[in-house]
């Protein structure tokens, strides 16, 4: 059994049980363990060119801006109460690990309806629920299907080489 199946099945059974943890900081330690071991598997898409971009100056790039860093991409959408209900755990992971230490959060925004495909109401539930990390509207879906992401929230782990490391979906988060 390679590193990562075993670091992702050790945290799917501590995200499973009760054992006292927060769930992030079984993240935390989850990405701690990633950093440590230098682990890689298949590489990730990158975004799309000419998508819309919120906190932050210009599109960012898995293959650029973002290289040499872990990048933890959160598809969510702004009607789903799961994907609120992870911000907090979210917001820890950008305390406990800034981007000088080599952690960026992403979010990425998958709609379900047209009404959140609209940039501006994305910009105002960004700024209502208070998200400062840097969000990309994916109003076709185009890094949804490249993952593979199947529901909201989805949580994807990238190694700062750009492999995709672990999927952690919904129903973990409850």
């Known amino acids: 059994m390679d590193t990562l199946q075993l670091l992702s099945q050790q945290l799917q059974s501590s995200l499973n049980t009760d054992n006292g943890n927060t769930r992030s900081s079984l993240y935390s330690q989850f990405?701690?363990?990633i950093i440590a071991e230098k682990i890689a598997t298949c590489p990730s898409p990158n975004f799309p060119t000419g998508l819309h971009w919120i906190n932050t100056s210009e599109p960012l790039s898995i293959s650029g801006s973002l290289r040499g860093k872990v990048i933890v991409l959160d598809?969510?959408?702004y009607c789903c109460v799961n994907c609120l209900h992870i911000l907090p755990d979210l917001h820890e992971i950008e305390?406990?690990?800034?981007?000088e230490d080599g952690v960026v959060v992403v979010g990425v925004h998958s709609a379900k309806f047209p009404n959140e495909r609209l940039n501006s109401?994305?910009?105002n539930a960004v700024c209502k629920y208070g998200i400062t990390h840097p969000v990309v509207n994916d109003s076709e879906a185009v890094m949804?299907?490249?993952l593979g992401i199947q529901c909201w929230p989805t949580v994807v782990i990238i190694s700062p080489t750009g492999q995709l490391l672990a999927q952690f979906i919904e129903y973990m988060y409850q």
Do not use: A, M, P
């Not at 305390?95 to 981007?99: D, G, L, M």
């Open 31 to 33: 990405l701690h363990k």
């Open 75 to 77: 598809f969510w959408t």
């Open 95 to 99: 305390q406990k690990f800034s981007v």
């Open 121 to 123: 109401n994305i910009e």
């Open 144 to 146: 949804w299907r490249e």
